[in-house]
């Protein structure tokens, strides 16, 4: 009875953290406000008094605080925020909002893309905004290549971007921006696996499930098109894309080792779509989540465990925790102990067709993409309860590793 009321205690004490990281986050982001140099005293306080704890032993268990506390965080992926000053609603300013969002969805700040579409062609895309855009004399789009443009001064992200993504008022969609993940230095603060059409619900489950039963924070996002989902993973600190990736592919193949009567032809790729930065380029971009039309179509919305989107996302989100560096390595071990998760390369004579006959000259792109042979020996099986809410259908023959093969250039 003891060890229950004490893992019922550290479970409102992991709300009470997750409230307060929230906020922290949301005043790190804002440029005119810094703790003061009291509140900095209270919070080294506060951390050296609660240290111990982390090593107590639970008396009638044996079982460490840390312990208790990993089964603390296998809670429903969104814990009920209350009504205070800490929790971002749908009823706070927009300037909340915004810091909110932007703590979460990290990427290049330098640049970043907006949708385009034609009325002539009925095409559609995304282009690095430019400041210089359409202005006489200095643009030259139709005749020399952006990317080879002298006049080309690229705009970067800004509030008021971020807020017209949020509203949608563009009947066309042009104001969908488009992020970098990938930053200049190869790091990224944000992994995101992709699922479209097909069996999107089931692949998208299946990988939330790994998530859950390996305490790792996530969430799942309905794509704009509706048609597919993201399952979006935040990092306190930039780690390198390359390790973000292997993470994604440990997550994807756990999957598949708990759900392995379903396809993943579904997964189309994640972000960032490459481990190196390109030559010339910024990498794939993805299109951010929450914009305004698509929201209020019933698309580009958070997901909770049923696939309902949640009354309120400014809510959901304030609870959305973010790995540490630490917490990366320690989850790729656990889910591929003793092997690299991308398996060994395959031989170049094996591959060198293969390569040359998927080369891609989009800057964009990677050309370096190389593949990968599948690993005989199995994944250590993630902790995921025996009732799998993965419909078992015939597969299709269709793998993951088979899967990395397909990259594109743009989003669609």
């Known amino acids: 009875m003891d060890a229950e009321l004490e893992v019922q205690r550290l479970r409102r004490r992991v709300q009470e953290l997750e409230r307060e990281n929230a906020a922290l986050r949301a005043r790190l982001t804002a440029p005119d406000s810094r703790p003061s140099a009291r509140e900095q005293d209270n919070s080294a306080t506060s951390s050296k008094t609660q240290r111990p704890t982390n090593t107590v032993r639970a008396s009638n268990t044996g079982a460490s605080i840390t312990d208790l506390l990993a089964s603390a965080h296998n809670a429903p992926s969104a814990p009920p925020c209350p009504a205070d000053s800490a929790c971002v609603t ?75 993504h949020l509203a949608g008022r563009d009947a066309q969609g042009r104001d969908v921006i488009g992020l970098y993940p990938m930053l200049p230095d190869e790091t990224c603060y944000l992994l995101a696996l ?168 989009d800057p964009t792109a990677s050309n370096s993409h190389i593949p990968w042979k599948p690993q005989p020996a199995p994944l250590c099986p993630p902790r995921i309860s025996s009732e799998c809410r993965c419909p078992l259908s015939a597969p299709t023959g269709c793998t993951f590793r088979q899967n990395t093969l397909r990259q594109k250039p743009a989003i669609g």
Request: glycine share 6%.
């Open 90 to 164: 749908r009823t706070s300013s927009p300037a909340e909002k915004i810091r909110l969002f932007r703590s979460l969805f990290r990427g290049r700040t330098d640049a970043y893309a907006l949708r385009w579409h034609s009325e002539k062609t009925q095409r559609s895309g995304y282009s690095p905004v430019c400041v210089n855009e359409w202005q006489p004399g200095l643009c030259e789009k139709g005749r020399v290549p952006c990317a080879k443009c002298s006049n080309r001064v690229l705009r970067p992200l800004d509030d008021a971007a971020i807020y017209r």
């Open 194 to 361: 992709d699922f479209d059409d097909a069996n999107w619900q089931d692949c998208a489950r299946a990988v939330a499930d790994v998530c859950r039963a390996h305490s790792t924070p996530f969430a799942l996002e309905r794509s704009r098109s509706g048609q597919g989902a993201h399952v979006w993973l935040f990092f306190a600190e930039a780690i390198p894309c390359a390790k973000a990736r292997q993470l994604g592919d440990a997550l994807l193949t756990a999957a598949m080792d708990a759900c392995g009567g379903i396809s993943f032809a579904a997964y189309d790729r994640m972000f960032p779509n490459q481990d190196t930065l390109p030559a010339g380029g910024f990498g794939n971009l993805i299109a951010l989540p929450l914009q305004g039309r698509a929201r209020r179509q019933g698309n580009s919305v958070f997901l909770d465990d049923s696939l309902t989107p949640y009354p309120d996302p400014w809510v959901f989100l304030s609870t959305v925790r973010t790995l540490l560096p630490g917490q990366v390595d320690a989850l790729l071990q656990e889910l591929s102990p003793g092997r690299p998760p991308l398996g060994a390369l395959a031989e170049a004579a094996e591959t060198a067709d293969a390569c040359s006959s998927h080369a891609d000259t």
